[in-house]
């Protein structure tokens, strides 16, 4: 897997598939403001998203 550079990543959660914006280098976790399905998880340093990337926006 390639290294994620600081981009914001749109995704779409797989639950409730409401639009989320998200930093890629986040190293909180990430719920779903409307399902609270979670988006995005930190371990070990690294970020796991837990979506599909719709979009990949460079800053
Ligand atoms: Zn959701």
Known sequence: MNEVRSVFLRITC???????VIFS???IEVKCRKCN???SK????KTK???PVQEVVWN
């Open 14 to 20: 797989p639950k409730c598939r409401h639009p989320h």
């Open 25 to 27: 280098k986040a190293s």
């Open 37 to 39: 399905y979670l988006l």
């Open 42 to 45: 930190s371990s070990g340093g």
């Open 49 to 51: 998203i837990r979506a």
